[in-house]
Nanobody, 123 residues
């Protein structure tokens, strides 16, 4: 079955950087676009980044544009999220997912979510 496993989260100081990884198995990874979302308690999942199947197209919301970078290594079946200039409001559980429908910003366009990794930014 399809499995996504995120790693790399932790406690980081404001202004610092962290790189998240999402390793996929049970799927032809190179056939799919991938997304990163984040969620805080009591709030809906928020779109953070998208990358198409070969890494040639990426999208970010304004809240992270210029600070976060999504990339992928199809040989390793892994997608990454490099996060820099972190702010306290970036504190959340970050999850990756496989895009299966057109609208890359919508949660409903994704399936096969990972369990998430916590990123806590201390000020």
């Amino acid at each position: 079955q399809v499995q996504l496993v995120e790693s790399g989260g932790g406690l980081v100081q404001a202004g610092g950087s962290v790189r998240l990884s999402c390793a996929a198995s049970g799927i032809t990874f190179g056939d799919y676009g991938m997304g990163w979302f984040r969620q805080t308690p009591g709030k809906e999942r928020e779109f953070i980044a998208y990358i198409n199947w070969n890494g040639g197209i990426t999208y970010y919301p304004d809240s992270v544009k210029g600070r976060f970078t999504i990339s992928r290594d199809n040989a390793k079946k892994t997608v990454y999220l490099q996060m820099t200039s972190l702010k306290s409001e970036d504190t959340a559980v970050y999850s990756c997912a496989v895009r299966i429908r057109v609208d890359y910003q919508r949660v409903e366009s994704y399936d096969y979510w990972g369990q998430g990794t916590q990123v806590t930014v201390s000020s």
